[in-house]
């Protein structure tokens, strides 16, 4: 299994623009996670996914963020307008019940 | 919600030497505890996991304790490399397993003093 994987790896962008990540899960997986990590505020759950429906979206820091997962085979994580403080590595992550999360590689965003 | 708490945030440790990372958590619903470690630049990857029906678990160097009463767990490595050398975040869970997801600790860096 190629894991859970998220494109872009890199992302630069100016403060006003669109962001889109991407997340491909592990095959079988029915949780889908986003999570947002910064020196200052650790590892941040944003929302979770179960059978392609949002569970919790309690952590979506506001209304410029939101999240799909049209299928079971991939999730978007938008930001739209981007400002500076969005700057963090986003990671995607996948489990099924009474499984441990797989974490991708991380998508590392720079917005100036 | 769940809270947890993880000390020290840096640990330094000769080589060879033993390493203890501490968590606290709140919620006494959590009943999965896994470990992660994170290098430089990389992913968060489980190293070792404990579920609340067993008070220690081991894996060659690596192992983890659980007191449920005083809702706490701990990481021990014995024997420490230099490729130990990193993020380690606790993590807690009341669905016994990654499903609802994991609320993690801020994190220890640790780093081995060769």
């Known amino acids: 299994d190629a894991g859970v994987i998220q494109s872009p790896r890199h992302e630069v962008t100016e403060m006003g623009q669109e962001v889109t990540l991407r997340c491909k899960p592990i095959s079988g997986h029915d949780y889908l996670f986003w999570y947002r990590q910064t020196m200052m505020r650790g590892l941040e759950l944003l929302i979770y996914?179960?059978?392609?429906?949002?569970?919790?979206d309690s952590g979506m820091p506001e209304d410029r963020f939101s999240a799909k997962m049209p299928n079971a085979s991939f999730s978007t994580l938008k930001i739209q307008p981007s400002e500076p403080r969005d700057s963090a590595v986003y990671f995607c992550?996948?489990?099924?019940?009474?499984?441990?999360?797989?974490f991708g590689n991380g998508t590392r965003l720079t917005v100036t | 919600g769940e809270n947890v708490e993880q000390h020290p945030s840096t640990l330094s440790v000769q080589e060879g030497d033993s390493a203890v990372i501490k968590c606290t958590y709140s919620?006494?619903?959590?009943?999965?505890f896994p470990w992660y470690k994170q290098e430089l630049g990389k992913r968060p990857q489980l190293i070792i996991d404990i579920r609340s029906n067993v008070g220690e678990k081991k894996d060659q160097r690596i192992a983890v304790t659980l007191n449920k009463t005083a809702k706490h767990f701990s990481l021990h490595i014995t024997e420490t490399q230099p490729e130990d050398s990193a993020v380690y975040f606790c993590a807690a869970s009341d669905s016994g397993g990654g499903a609802d997801g994991l609320t993690f600790g801020k994190g220890t860096h640790l780093i081995i003093q060769p």
């Open positions: 992550a996948s489990s099924s019940i009474a499984t441990a999360l797989h």
């Open positions: 996914f179960n059978n392609n429906v949002p569970i919790d």
């Open positions: 919620d006494s619903a959590s009943n999965y």
